[in-house]
C-alpha cells in the first residue's frame, strides 16, 4: 500500500524508518520532511495544515493510509476532513478526530476529562481572560511552586513552574494578556507534584488498546537538569524505575478508564495516546495528554518495537488490534539529541552538517535537516537524535554521546548526561 507520513521532524523520520522495513508499504511519502527522510521515501513539499494540498496529493498518488506526526493538524481536524469527504472517507487516517485531539489541544478539556472518568492527576482551577483578578486571588491561597499551563496549543512552551506566588502572578497576567495569543486565553492552575516523570504510549482504534514500550525524555537544555525546557534533548527506554507493579497501576488506573473515556463520548480515535506522566511516593499520575506520539521519544519507543509496525496500524483499521501482541527489544534504547546554538531561543539555520559518515552503530534520525546546494544543513532547533541500543543504559548512552561527538555544526549542543543517571 502507498503510505503517507505528514510531518518534518525526528519522530517523522523514525516512524520512515520503521515504515520503510514493512513489506506491506509499497511506496512511502513525507510531508514536508527533511533530509533523512528523503533517503527513505519521497519527500513532498506540503504543509500538513493544507489540507485541500494534502488532499490533492492523496488522491494523485493513490495514498491508502496517512499517519500524521504533529499535533496541529489533528487538533485543526485532518481526520474530520477526510471523514467528510466523499473523495478520502476511505483513506485511513492514523489520528484522533478533532473531538478527540482536544485531549492535547484543550489543557481544561484533559483536566475535565480526568475528573470526570476518576483519572489521577494534579488538582487545579481554571481561569479566563475576564477573570485575571479571581486568578490572582487564588494564586495567593497557594504553596509554591506553582504550575501555570495554557490552555491551547503553545508549541511547548506553554507550561511554566514559578518558584513564588510573586512570579506566578505577573505569568498568570501575561499569559491573559496573550502572551501565548489564543493558547493562552484560559490558563489551567496547577498543584505541583514532586516526582520522576515517565511517557506512556498506548495505540487504540477507540474500544481496545495495546500499550508500546514506555519511555523518559529529557526537557531541560542544561546537564543535570538545569536550565530551559526544550522539545526534548534525549529520551531512554525502558525507564528502569517502571516496574511491573507501576505499570499494572498505569493500566488499571489510567489507560483503562482513558480509553473508556474515550469510548463512552463515542470520539473517532484510531491512533496514539501519549500520556505524560509522573510517579510520586510510588503512585502514579498524569501531566497531560497528547494526542500523537511524542518526540523524542518515537526515537527509543519504535527502535525496541519489534512488530510490523504497518500490520499493527492496520490491526486498528480492521478492528483486529485485540489479536495483535507486543513485542519489546530486550535491549535498553537512547537518543542523544544535537541542538542549535541557542535553541530553544533565538538560534540561527544553514549551518553545515559535517562527519555524518563517521557514525557507526547509532542511527541517525534528522529532525530539523534539509539539503542546501547539495549540502546536508541545519533547519530548525533541533537538528539530529543519535539513537543506540545496548544491553545496559551506560552502554547505549555511551555509544550515542560518543558518536554526538563525531557530528560538527557551527554552534552544536547536546547533553552528555541522557541515559547516565539510571
Excluded at 223 to 245: I, R
Excluded at 328 to 340: G, I, K, P, R
Excluded at 405 to 418: A, Q, T
Aim: aromatic letters at 8%; proline letters at 5%.
Amino acid at each position: 500500500m502507498n503510505i503517507l507520513i505528514l510531518g518534518s521532524g525526528g519522530r517523522e523520520h523514525a516512524f520512515a524508518w520503521k515504515i520503510n522495513q514493512s513489506p506491506l508499504c509499497d511506496r512511502l511519502y513525507i510531508a514536508p520532511g527533511n533530509a533523512g527522510t528523503a533517503h527513505l521515501g519521497a519527500n513532498a513539499p506540503l504543509s500538513p495544515t493544507d489540507f485541500p494540498a494534502v488532499k490533492k496529493f492523496v488522491l494523485e498518488n493513490e495514498i491508502e493510509m496517512v499517519v500524521v506526526g504533529p499535533e496541529v493538524p489533528l487538533v485543526e481536524g485532518i481526520w474530520d476532513y477526510f471523514a467528510n469527504d466523499e473523495h478520502l472517507k476511505d483513506v485511513f487516517v492514523v489520528g484522533p478526530s478533532q473531538a478527540g485531539a482536544q485531549l492535547e489541544g484543550s489543557k481544561a478539556f484533559s483536566k475535565k476529562f480526568m475528573a470526570e472518568y476518576g483519572i489521577p492527576t494534579a488538582g487545579y482551577r481554571e481561569f479566563s481572560g475576564e477573570e485575571v483578578e479571581e486568578g490572582v486571588a487564588y494564586l495567593a491561597t497557594q504553596t509554591p511552586p506553582i504550575v501555570l499551563k495554557a490552555d491551547g496549543l503553545a508549541a511547548g512552551k506553554g507550561v511554566l513552574i514559578l518558584p513564588t506566588i510573586e512570579k506566578a502572578q505577573r505569568e498568570l497576567r501575561a499569559m491573559l494578556g496573550g502572551k501565548f495569543g489564543n493558547a493562552s486565553s484560559r490558563v489551567v492552575i496547577e498543584e505541583f507534584l514532586d516526582g520522576i516523570e515517565f511517557s506512556v504510549f498506548v495505540l487504540t482504534d477507540g474500544k481496545d488498546y495495546k500499550i508500546l514500550p514506555v519511555a523518559k525524555d529529557y526537557k531541560r537544555i542544561g546537564e543535570g537538569d538545569k536550565g530551559l525546557n526544550t522539545g526534548g534533548m534525549g529520551a531512554v527506554s525502558p525507564p528502569p524505575f517502571v516496574t511491573k507493579e507501576l505499570m499494572q497501576k498505569v493500566e488499571d488506573r489510567i489507560v483503562k478508564p482513558t480509553i473508556d473515556g474515550i469510548r463512552k463520548r463515542e470520539m473517532n480515535y484510531d491512533g496514539f495516546v501519549f500520556i505524560g506522566l509522573i510517579r510520586v511516593g510510588g503512585e502514579p499520575y498524569v501531566i497531560e495528554y497528547n494526542c500523537r506520539m511524542g518526540d523524542p521519544e518515537t526515537e527509543v519507543v519504535l527502535p525496541r518495537l519489534e512488530n510490523d509496525l504497518v500490520e499493527l496500524l492496520l490491526s486498528v483499521r480492521d478492528g483486529k488490534l485485540t489479536e495483535q501482541q507486543i513485542i519489546e527489544s530486550e535491549n535498553a534504547a537512547v537518543t542523544v539529541f544535537l541542538v542549535s546554538g541557542g535553541y530553544p531561543e533565538a538560534y540561527e539555520k544553514g549551518k553545515e552538517i559535517k562527519g555524518l559518515e563517521h557514525i557507526k552503530d547509532s542511527i541517525i534520525f534528522h529532525a530539523g535537516t534539509t539539503v542546501k546546494d547539495g549540502k546536508i544543513v541545519t533547519n530548525g532547533g533541533r537538528v539530529l537524535a543519535l539513537t543506540s541500543y545496548g544491553t545496559t543504559f551506560a552502554e547505549a548512552a555511551s555509544l550515542s554521546t560518543l558518536n554526538a561527538g563525531l557530528v560538527s555544526f557551527e554552534g552544536k549542543n547536546f547533553r552528555k548526561d541522557i541515559g547516565f543517571d539510571l
